[in-house]
């Protein structure tokens, strides 16, 4: 099982040798491809052969670029994730809307359930037992929007009444960062499970390549607000984004099982995936952190 995420910060070259990525700087280092599951580009001074890029495609490692500010900019998608792509693809077409509405009214209850459980870790009982509310509230695809409550009420607690997502400031600057982590490590899923990212079952914004992603990920969100509360970030630097893109090392609880949040995110995905096929919500399996 692939569980390594390699950064490459600084001046190098990679290329392919043996079934391994070689990394050339000052000093050459192997790492085999069975061990990767993402490899973070994060400067632009890396020179990629396309021997390498077109092996890690054919074994589904992510592979994440960053811009000269060292923020993540774009990604490889493989065209072909699945063996059996065009059949997923069909199927992804054919989901039926009532079983997408209830798909994503589970997804986002969790998500509110997560934060929940945050602010009560924190010892915010008050922001917590309100929230509480918002998930007794909660209606069929969110049509009363608690999702919105929740958030304006959970992002005060972590981080103030003055914060707002939309300031330009370290915190978001760090949130921003480990989402795209997180979203990154979805899409590889979808791709990998042979679906579209671009068609979600909620999000359906025509500008955005990674609807699905946006849809999926929203209860793992919760664990890069964990990290960041605990990081409190007066300036965000190389240490802070390590800190960030470690998250995928940690661990959850799964199918009653300890996992890795890299294979927390694969098992979470197909059990979507099987609720949306077979129109059974119940195989939704969400992750913890009561490990």
Same mark, same amino acid.
């Given at each position: 099982?692939?569980?390594?995420?390699?950064?490459?910060?600084?001046?190098?070259?990679?290329?392919?040798?043996?079934?391994?990525?070689?990394?050339?700087?000052?000093?050459?280092?192997?790492?085999?491809?069975?061990?990767?599951?993402?490899?973070?580009?994060?400067?632009?001074?890396?020179?990629?052969?396309?021997?390498?890029?077109?092996?890690?495609?054919?074994?589904?490692?992510?592979?994440?670029?960053?811009? *000269?500010?060292?923020?993540?900019?774009?990604?490889?998608?493989?065209?072909?994730?699945?063996?059996?792509?065009?059949?997923?693809?069909?199927?992804?077409?054919?989901?039926?809307?009532?079983?997408?509405?209830?798909?994503?009214? *589970?997804?986002?209850?969790?998500?509110?359930?997560?934060?929940?459980?945050?602010?009560? *870790?924190?010892?915010?009982?008050?922001?917590?037992?309100?929230?509480?509310?918002?998930?007794?509230?909660?209606?069929?695809?969110?049509?009363?929007?608690?999702?919105?409550?929740?958030?304006?009420?959970?992002?005060?607690?972590?981080?103030?009444?003055?914060?707002?997502?939309?300031?330009?400031?370290?915190?978001?600057?760090?949130?921003?960062?480990?989402?795209?982590?997180?979203?990154?490590?979805?899409?590889?899923?979808?791709?990998?499970?042979?679906?579209?990212?671009?068609?979600?079952?909620?999000?359906?914004?025509?500008?955005?390549?990674?609807?699905?992603?946006?849809?999926?990920?929203?209860?793992?969100?919760?664990?890069?607000?964990?990290?960041?509360?605990?990081?409190?970030?007066?300036?965000? *630097?190389?240490?802070?984004?390590?800190?960030?893109?470690?998250?995928?090392?940690?661990?959850?609880?799964?199918?009653?099982?300890?996992?890795?949040?890299?294979?927390?995110?694969?098992?979470?995905?197909?059990?979507?995936?099987?609720?949306?096929?077979?129109?059974?919500?119940?195989?939704?399996?969400?992750?913890?952190?009561?490990?």
């Amino acid at each position: 099982m692939s569980w390594r995420t390699v950064v490459i910060s600084n001046s190098a070259k990679l290329d392919l040798q043996l079934g391994c990525m070689v990394v050339r700087n000052d000093v050459t280092t192997k790492i085999h491809l069975n061990e990767i599951s993402t490899v973070i580009v994060e400067s632009t001074a890396v020179s990629v052969t396309v021997s390498l890029l077109s092996e890690l495609m054919k074994r589904k490692i992510k592979v994440i670029f960053c811009d *000269e500010k060292r923020n993540p900019s774009s990604e490889l998608v493989s065209y072909y994730g699945s063996h059996d792509t065009s059949s997923k693809i069909r199927q992804q077409m054919r989901w039926k809307k009532h079983i997408k509405d209830a798909v994503w009214t *589970e997804i986002v209850t969790e998500k509110i359930r997560q934060q929940k459980n945050l602010l009560s *870790e924190l010892g915010k009982e008050e922001e917590s037992e309100l929230i509480s509310s918002y998930i007794r509230d909660i209606k069929f695809r969110d049509e009363t929007n608690r999702e919105g409550h929740s958030a304006k009420v959970y992002f005060n607690a972590l981080f103030g009444m003055d914060f707002a997502r939309t300031l330009d400031n370290h915190i978001n600057a760090a949130l921003n960062y480990g989402y795209s982590i997180i979203l990154s490590s979805f899409n590889r899923e979808i791709t990998a499970n042979g679906y579209l990212t671009q068609i979600g079952i909620f999000h359906d914004n025509i500008f955005n390549p990674f609807n699905m992603g946006s849809d999926l990920m929203e209860p793992f969100r919760i664990l890069v607000d964990r990290e960041v509360v605990h990081m409190q970030p007066t300036q965000f *630097e190389h240490e802070e984004k390590m800190q960030l893109v470690n998250i995928l090392n940690g661990e959850v609880m799964i199918e009653g099982h300890k996992s890795y949040v890299n294979n927390a995110i694969k098992i979470y995905c197909k059990s979507v995936f099987d609720a949306l096929n077979n129109e059974d919500i119940s195989e939704i399996r969400f992750y913890s952190n009561e490990l």
